[in-house]
């Protein structure tokens, strides 16, 4: 098993659906989890922060829109976490891995 890291992302959400938006690409990030149920989705928007334990790919992480943060605790690279985020389409302005600023700029797929 690989060495955790936490991972904090600066994203500007501006509603519940962008929040939502994050924290659905980080919930299927290691592809472990089934398909969430729509109710209990709508709950968690609702929330400030929803934190969910995954396997082993994500062990965990928060996204809020009041602090517009994401924090992902995890065993995956930082560019694979920021490239799932900016998919999203939702700005990322800055990024920290295990405490040190690190680029946000995504590059282009080929």
Same mark, same amino acid.
């Given at each position: 098993?690989?060495?955790?890291?936490?991972?904090?992302?600066?994203?500007?959400?501006?509603?519940?659906?962008?929040?939502?938006?994050?924290? &659905?690409?980080?919930?299927?990030?290691?592809?472990?989890?089934?398909?969430?149920?729509?109710?209990?989705?709508? &709950?968690?928007?609702? !929330?400030?922060?929803?934190?969910?334990?995954?396997?082993?790919?994500?062990?965990?992480?928060?996204?809020?829109?009041?602090?517009?943060?994401?924090?992902?605790?995890?065993?995956?690279?930082?560019?694979?976490?920021?490239?799932?985020? !900016?998919?999203?389409?939702?700005?990322?302005?800055?990024?920290?891995?295990?405490?040190?600023?690190?680029?946000?700029?995504?590059?282009?797929?080929?």
């Amino acid at each position: 098993m690989s060495e955790s890291h936490t991972y904090e992302f600066n994203v500007s959400m501006s509603c519940g659906g962008c929040s939502g938006a994050i924290d &659905r690409v980080l919930k299927k990030l290691d592809g472990s989890l089934p398909s969430p149920d729509p109710v209990a989705d709508a &709950r968690l928007l609702t !929330a400030d922060w929803n934190i969910i334990s995954q396997g082993d790919g994500v062990d965990s992480y928060e996204v809020s829109l009041e602090n517009q943060t994401a924090k992902v605790v995890t065993g995956l690279p930082y560019e694979t976490v920021l490239q799932k985020i !900016a998919k999203t389409g939702k700005k990322v302005n800055s990024g920290k891995a295990d405490g040190v600023e690190k680029s946000v700029e995504v590059p282009a797929l080929a």
